[in-house]
């Protein structure tokens, strides 16, 4: 009889193949991260240069690891320039979807800060990248391979090799942000050229809109500090809603900023109220210009028995400005 884990690994690879070869209709999606603001200008390319002075982060995410699938590695900088009036990004990410499926990209990007008032500002931005897809063929199993005893010991006849089995293509994207002392809200949309990204068949890459807005609430009016340990604690509450394809997704929840400790909780779900996903708890600790956070998923939703969940880890650093700016007001929007 086949072991648990070689049951395991043969469900995961025929689920895979299935819905890429025999599901009609079906729609990629993009990665998606818990920490939206580890990750600014993935979220809203809008927020590229929102710091002011030089940023970097990086992310890994492990999604449903008990099902071995999904690994997400992202590295990103971007700083804000008098020179050009705006911020310039660069965004890399590279997506394992499973043991013979990677999707690496590369993103450049410029926003442009327009001030509305003198409290109010816009950021406008645009996004180019080049996104690779590749195939490990030989890692992939059918059904006809599997001998119920012994496991994978057959070739298949069911699919013929594809002819490529790497794939590059270019696309845009665009967002705003606008945002004051203690509020902020945007919109984005990426993939606006809907390139093809499929193998065996021609397969439009749906865009993804992106909204998201929030706030900051001081629960200690006074501003002078009187513990030199801790900051004022600040609570962010927040929400962001995304629509890919068929596709709806409801984020909403809130931070607790008592530096240099960083707690949130986020909830996922469908925008239908009875199609829950997941319970996002987060910490991080962020001191002076360095930080680093820490999420779980709790799967609610049918996978709850199976996935695992989902772990992600954010490291992050902002470094001294290269020169003098103006007077020029940074996004206060949460770090995670």
Not at 49 to 63: E, H, K, L, N
Not at 65 to 84: E, R
Not at 257 to 277: C, E
């Amino acid at each position: 009889m086949l072991s648990n884990i070689m049951k395991k690994r043969i469900l995961c690879l025929l689920l895979a193949c299935t819905a890429m070869f025999f599901t009609d209709g079906l729609k990629a999606q993009d990665p998606h991260f818990s920490q939206f603001f580890a990750n600014p200008i993935y979220t809203n390319p809008a927020f590229a240069g929102s710091a002011i002075c030089p940023r970097v982060g990086i992310s890994y995410r492990d999604q449903w690891p008990s099902l071995g699938a999904f690994k997400t590695f992202s590295a990103s900088y971007d700083q804000y320039f008098d020179a050009i009036s705006g911020g310039i990004g660069v965004y890399i990410m590279s997506d394992k979807q499973s043991d013979f499926y990677r999707i690496n990209t590369a993103e450049l990007i410029y926003s442009l800060r327009v001030k509305l008032t003198n409290n109010i500002t816009l950021n406008l931005a645009a996004q180019a990248n080049i996104t690779n897809n590749s195939l490990d063929w030989d890692k992939l199993v059918f059904p006809d391979q599997i001998d119920t005893r012994y496991g994978v010991i057959y070739s298949s006849t069911l699919a013929e090799h594809p002819d490529e089995t790497s794939h590059t293509y270019f696309d845009v994207g665009a967002g705003a942000v606008i945002f004051s002392e203690n509020w902020y809200a945007g919109v984005a949309a990426v993939n606006l050229l809907r390139p093809d990204d499929g193998f065996i068949s021609y397969n439009r890459l749906p865009v993804k809109f992106t909204a998201n807005a929030g706030m900051r609430f001081n629960l200690k009016r006074d501003a002078r500090r009187t513990n030199a340990l801790f900051g004022q604690p600040v609570i962010s509450p927040n929400i962001i809603f995304q629509h890919q394809g068929k596709f709806n997704t409801l984020n909403y929840g809130a931070y607790l900023d008592w530096s240099p400790f960083i707690f949130g909780a986020w909830f996922r779900q469908s925008m239908a109220f009875s199609n829950k996903d997941a319970l996002v708890l987060l910490f991080g600790l962020e001191w002076g210009d360095y930080k680093i956070g820490y999420s779980y998923d709790i799967t609610v939703s049918s996978l709850s028995n199976v996935s695992g969940g989902a772990h992600e880890i954010s490291l992050g650093a902002k470094f001294p400005c290269p020169e003098k700016h103006k007077k020029i007001r940074a996004i206060k929007c949460p770090t995670f």
